[in-house]
C-alpha cells in the first residue's frame, strides 16, 4: 500500500479565528498541517488554550476552519458524520436508560433494527468488558466505567475514526492507567484510527504510535514524534518516563511561561 493510500485525514494549512470584540480576532489554530495513517494512533499533547480541542472539533466536522483544507480519505470533511466518533471528557449518558440502551442509542436514531441493535450493543459492551452492568443506570457506574460505555457507545456505531478529547483526564490516576490498558486492546482489536488529545504527555508517550505537540496559543505544530516502544507499554516504563521529558522540555523551552500547565 503506497503512502497516499494509506492516509486517512489530512490537514492543509488550517487555520481557525473566533471573533472577538478585537477586529483580528481571536486566532485558535495558525496553518496546522496535518497527516493520519490508516490504523494509527496519534496522540496530541499541547498546554491548555493550544487549540487541542478546535482541532478535534474541525476533524469532527463540528467545526469549520477559517482557512484551508480538511480531508478524509481524500475527501473534503463539510460535516459531521458516525464515521468519526468524538469521545469526550464528560460521558454525557443518559441517567434515564440503563448502560445497554445507552449504548444502543445511537442505532436507534439511524432507524437500525432491533434484533440487530441489541446483538451491537451487546457486543460492544462485551469488548469493553460491562457485560455484567448492561442493566445498571448511570449513578450505579464509577468514572471508569461511565467511559467505558462511552466508548461502547462509540464503538458500537462502527466508526472509521475515533476522537477523543481528554477523555480520562477527570479520573484518578489508578483508573485512568487500567483505561490506558483497556483501550490499548480495543485499539489493537479494532485497528480504529484514533486520534487522542490530552496534555499529559506521559499519557501520550503510553499510548501513541506518534505524538504531535502542538505550540500555546494559537496553536501550531512545534514538532511531531514517532513512538518506536514495544508495546504493551506503561506509564512507568523508563522509556516513556524519557519520552516524555524530552517532549516537555522541547515545550519548555519554546514557552517557559506555560510549563506548569503540561502534566509530565
Known amino acids: 500500500m503506497s503512502a497516499a493510500a494509506a492516509e486517512k485525514l489530512s490537514l492543509h494549512n488550517v487555520s481557525k479565528v473566533y471573533a472577538s470584540a478585537n477586529r483580528s480576532g481571536i486566532i485558535a489554530l495558525s496553518e496546522v498541517d496535518l497527516h493520519v495513517r490508516v490504523g494509527e494512533f496519534l496522540c496530541i499533547v499541547g498546554p491548555s488554550g493550544c487549540g487541542k480541542s478546535t482541532l478535534l472539533s474541525i476533524l469532527a466536522g463540528l467545526e469549520t476552519p477559517t482557512s484551508g483544507s480538511v480531508l478524509m ?34 442505532l436507534k436514531m439511524k432507524n437500525i433494527p432491533y434484533p440487530e441493535r441489541r446483538e451491537k450493543a451487546l457486543q460492544a459492551l462485551e469488548l469493553v468488558h460491562l457485560s455484567q452492568f448492561q442493566d445498571a443506570y448511570v449513578h450505579q457506574l464509577s468514572g471508569g466505567m461511565k467511559q467505558r460505555v462511552a466508548l461502547a457507545r462509540g464503538l458500537v456505531l462502527d466508526p472509521e475514526i475515533l476522537l477523543m478529547d481528554e477523555p480520562f483526564a477527570a479520573l484518578d490516576a489508578q483508573t485512568r492507567d487500567s483505561l490506558h490498558e483497556e483501550l490499548s486492546r480495543i485499539w489493537a482489536h479494532t485497528k480504529k484510527t484514533i486520534i487522542f488529545v490530552t496534555h499529559n504527555v506521559r499519557e501520550a508517550a503510553r499510548l501513541g504510535d506518534r505524538i504531535l505537540l502542538l505550540s500555546a496559543h494559537p496553536g501550531t505544530v512545534l514538532n511531531e514524534f514517532k513512538v518506536t516502544l514495544p508495546r504493551p507499554r506503561f506509564i512507568e516504563d523508563p522509556g ?9 522540555a522541547q515545550l519548555k523551552s519554546r514557552h517557559r511561561e506555560i510549563a506548569p500547565e503540561v502534566v509530565i
Do not use: H, S, Y
Request: glycine share 6%; hydrophobic share 50%.
Open 73 to 106: 480519505d481524500g475527501l473534503p470533511i463539510q460535516k459531521a458524520g458516525t464515521e468519526r466518533v468524538v469521545i469526550f471528557q464528560e460521558p454525557a449518558l443518559f441517567p434515564w436508560l440503563n448502560v445497554l440502551d445507552n449504548v444502543e442509542f445511537g
Open 240 to 248: 516513556v518516563m524519557d519520552l516524555a521529558r524530552n517532549i516537555t
